[in-house]
């Protein structure tokens, strides 16, 4: 796992060697083993290494045996053995042991069309002198992240947003539209970001730079289902192909663990591991004190079982006092509040191991969301118009009180399908935005609805059943932007890298081409897993319902944490930035405090987007405004 940066001067000027090193610099956290540059007049790529295969030889950036392409790569590519294997029947030959050369060699071979071939996470680009012409690639699921800006005539890319804010023509300019997207989902939707001007490659695409232009491509599409297979052939299959993703995802040179959260996706990520390794693997868990929130219990059963070298970690509410310095790590305002303990159990694991195995991706993948669930059940409202349901209830749900029991019920019937799931997924819905924000903030960005891109995703998807339709809205939406951005973030912070087998190319195909059937089953979710793999697992884990992973939010927020969300609410800035109505602030802390209703939601996002407000706007990047002229 590392970090990567770079820049391409179409107009050919040099790049300092300065600016590389400060850009590789903002990402030591990512590679503390190494660094290194390379610069070819307009071009300069840079490097930060965390060592993990062929540690000796796979120093980057890295030229091709006859140095005619150069490479910055972050990532693993889990077939690297078997690609060099059958390169090396073709003639080639290698310099050294590393899974970066096997792209390089592979790029000689197929051009672009080498990242078909890739099995593994990655981000990377590749320059070829020959042609003056820069790929840079974002494997199919999003795993690892890749910004990038283009003004016309300087094309900037870097793991982290961070890097590209070094350089002079970086646009400095907070995007409105990214920040109402932001309170609306707790994440900015690709391809924005918070830095108008700067953008995320999105998953499964490269993006092509020569001739003073960049063009960007899709390379790998969901798979649509198949039909007439028997669940026993599907489920043979899904041993096999889990197993095997498992057995390549432990390849290292170094030690591998494991995140055991005590869900059924970490418990068997726990399992297969632990068969395929020939002594007891580490296990790394987080809990809280509050008992109904911790799953610690369920992990340290799973444990147990197995023999691993288990290790656990009680997450406190002053653990919060962490939370400027995450804030600003992530480089946008993040408003998932599980980074906290994935965060500090990533700084837990990282003093034993170098790498960890996650159960991350199951949910989309086997349908695990109790979202899944209930838009399913609520599918047959949909037989009714929508506008006689309008007609008929919007009535009774508007004239209910604001959080009534029910009146968030009546807002999903009054739905389209694709809004009513946004409705289940959002932090912030928007009856609440029109009171939260200011009058002219609203106004702003409401040319923008923030319900577009998953109304845009989902008649991509028309034809599949509404489990399926949804699984895809999430591919390319919250897994991407809020999953892999925390678990990125929070393990690259301590220089731990984190694999995850559920996103294996070959089990996310295999997976997506499923009848809904076989992963939700009346009430039953992820039954195909459960039964393939359930003699693997305590009938405990087996039986429980989907847990989030989050913090007692609630319980903290009225409790130790009621001080700072009263500052923050309270502090001029907050109330005069020209976002918040100082009186949707009062109505919202008011409510959080003494209503029945849980808004830590709400309540998170605005204490996440102030802080971050404060050290990126207000203090690293300068003040800039916030509401478009």
Known sequence: MCGIAGVLDFSGRPVEPDLLIAMSGSLRHRGPDGEGIYTDGGLGLAHRRLSIIDIEGGHQPMTSPDGKSWIVFNGEIYNFKELRADLEGRGHRFANRSDTEVILHLYEEKGIDCVADLRGMFAFAIWDPDDRRLLIARDRAGIKPLYYSFDGSTLLFASELKALLLHPTTPKEVDPIAISEFLTYQYIPSPRSAIAGIHKLEPAHVLVATDGQIRLQRYWEIPGIVHGRSEREWGEDLEATLREAVRIHMRS??????????????????????????????????????SDMSELPHAREVAERYGSRHTEYVLKPHSVDNLPMLVAHFDEPFGDSSALPCRHIAEVAAREVKVCLSGDGG?????????????LSLRGVDAVPLALRQLLLGPIERRLPEWARGKGFLRLLTSTAADRYAELMVGVDCSTRKWLLCRDFYEATSVHHPYDRIRALYRAADGLDEVARLQRVDLQTYLPDDILVKTDRTSMLHSLELRVPMLDSKVLELALKMPTHLKIHGRERKRILKTTFGHLLPPAILARGKQGFGIPRRAWLRGDLRGLVSDVFGDPHTRQRGIFSPAGLDRLLVSSQRGSRDLGNEVWSVLVLELWLRQIVDGKVGTTALIPS
């Open 363 to 375: 949910d989309e993948a086997f349908a695990g969301y109790n979202a899944y669930a209930t838009s």
């Open 253 to 290: 040179d170094v030690p591998v663990g494991a995140l055991l959260s005590g869900g059924i996706d970490s418990s068997l990520m726990v399992a297969l591991a632990s068969q395929e390794s020939s002594e007891p693997i580490r296990t790394f868990s987080v809990g809280f004190d509050e």
